[in-house]
């Protein structure tokens, strides 16, 4: 069995080859490919004990450690993914994948510097040039939606060098060009015409519509941008883990018990929440009207569940109660509780209101594991969103409400991105 190429967020992953794993008793390697299984089925906190056991069993096995980091990421644990990488990394320098997958964290956590750094690296080891340039295609995508429009022009040119082929490269340069002045469009013209010819070389028809689509847009006056889509967070890196570890300090590096997670939302703001590093993250289901929809919970235990949603409104006190009470009345038919007040709530960055109820319909000891007791609502207007945070729990004392109430007052708006 081999492992094949795997996409993540349209980022190419390049993982290992299950056989001649190096260092990696038997035992280890059953839990390996546990994981790979898991992890392809989408079940990554299965997968990730898996992958735990095998590192505990085999700790100097680079390819358990490679494939470790990419659960994490998933999970969107990017500090513990980091620190992974770097583990891989330094078990195996010479193998590209090991910094492929740390330039793939480290593009999830926003170090666009420490990304780059990484896959020219990449460049330097993977003798497939092709597949080398589409990693910093995928990184300039990314700078060029946040907004980084000099650094993807620089990140497109070197790709655009690694595979001269491309001719996607030269039409995406003349498009970031574009969008950087206006006076540029001789410049931007050009660089797509060139892209356009080799692009018909290849008979690259899917590329090709795209390429006179962003021409005809220029020649219309109009720049062209990848626009904004819905993201897990992304998380700063603490200082430590943004640089190669020296020999020995890496096991001295602490993963912080709480992480900053951000927003990027559609207009260039941002929304930002600090919780424990050990919850793991993932989208929801998309809903018309939302900028988003995020799940959390615990990595170890199913005690909790944490449904966020949350959308752009105007600062209104009298609405926001409005929202509030609105969701009260959708639940109390099936409340154990007949008289629900709201609490206020309110800090220096949020304000809303908040109620909890029991499902009077609990099976008790005959319900599966996802269907909770207990449920905590919060209505909360931060700056220009409005969030609305259910909290599906098996507990209901006060200790743990409050603390979800102090951990959601945290929550704060800023009006730029960063």
């Given at each position: ?81 980091a620190k992974a990488g770097w583990q891989a990394v330094q078990l195996a320098p010479e193998k590209p994948e090991a910094w492929n997958n740390l330039a793939n964290t480290f593009m999830a956590c926003h170090a666009w510097d420490e990304a780059y750094d990484c896959f020219l690296k990449v460049d330097r ?31 497109f040119q070197h790709a655009a060098a690694v595979d001269p082929s491309n001719g996607l490269l030269l039409v995406d340069q003349g498009a970031v060009l574009f969008c950087m002045d206006k006076a540029n469009v001789q410049r931007a013209k050009n660089l797509i015409a060139q892209g356009i010819s080799r ?220």
């Amino acid at each position: 069995m081999f492992r094949t190429a795997w996409v993540v967020a349209g980022v190419a992953v390049l993982t290992l080859a299950a056989q001649g794993a190096e260092r990696m008793s038997p035992d280890a390697k059953k839990a390996w490919d546990k994981g790979f299984e898991l992890m392809q089925k989408g079940e990554h906190l299965e997968a990730l004990k898996h992958y735990e056991t095998g590192i505990r069993l085999s700790p100097q096995a680079h390819k358990i450690w490679g494939e470790y980091v990419i659960c994490l990421r998933k999970l969107n644990r990017l500090p513990r993914s980091a620190k992974a990488g770097w583990q891989a990394v330094q078990l195996a320098p010479e193998k590209p994948e090991a910094w492929n997958n740390l330039a793939n964290t480290f593009m999830a956590c926003h170090a666009w510097d420490e990304a780059y750094d990484c896959f020219l690296k990449v460049d330097r080891l993977h003798s497939d040039k092709a597949w080398a340039a589409r990693n910093h295609l995928a990184l300039a995508y990314r700078l060029w939606k946040h907004g980084r429009h000099a650094k993807a022009l620089k990140v497109f040119q070197h790709a655009a060098a690694v595979d001269p082929s491309n001719g996607l490269l030269l039409v995406d340069q003349g498009a970031v060009l574009f969008c950087m002045d206006k006076a540029n469009v001789q410049r931007a013209k050009n660089l797509i015409a060139q892209g356009i010819s080799r692009l018909k070389k290849k008979g690259a028809s899917a590329q090709l519509l795209y390429a006179n689509h962003i021409l005809a847009q220029i020649d219309a006056g109009k720049t062209y941008s990848p626009g904004w889509s819905v993201h897990v967070s992304w998380q700063p890196l603490p200082a430590e883990l943004l640089i190669m570890p020296k020999e020995g300090a890496l096991a001295r590096i602490a993963i912080p018990d709480s992480v900053e997670r951000h927003y990027l939302l559609p207009k260039g703001d941002t929304i930002f929440l600090t919780t424990p590093e050990t919850w793991w993250e993932r989208l929801g289901d998309k809903s018309p009207g939302l900028l988003s929809t995020v799940q959390f919970g615990p990595i170890d235990g199913s005690d909790f569940q944490i449904l966020w949603s949350a959308r752009y409104a105007e600062p209104n006190d009298a609405e926001l109660r409005k929202a509030a009470r609105r969701g009260l009345s959708v639940v109390l038919p099936t409340a154990v509780e007949k008289n629900v007040q709201l609490v206020p709530i309110q800090s220096e960055h949020s304000k809303g209101f908040a109620f909890w109820v029991t499902d009077k319909n609990y099976r008790g000891a005959d319900a599966p594991p996802d269907d909770y007791p207990f449920l905590i609502s919060i209505t909360l207007q931060t700056g220009k969103v409005r969030s609305l945070i259910t909290v599906l729990s098996h507990k209901k004392d006060p200790a743990f409400i409050q603390r979800m109430l102090g951990l959601w007052k945290g929550l704060r708006y800023r009006s730029q991105a960063n």
